[in-house]
């Protein structure tokens, strides 16, 4: 299967007890091809998207 123009957005952090313990986080993940298999994921990201880095430290174009 391939899922193409994924966005994955909202977190919400809750306690060990199941209450909610902060507001929710949104985690804007833009994938622009998702290729699903049984037991795969493969992403493919924007060129020059690094996801892991702070924001400090992406590119600046």
Known sequence: MILQNVNMST???MSSKGKQLFKPVNKDRYIS???LSKNSVTMVLNPGFNP???PTLKKKE
């Open 11 to 13: 977190k919400v952090p």
């Open 33 to 35: 091809t998702m290729f």
């Open 52 to 54: 892991w880095l702070p």
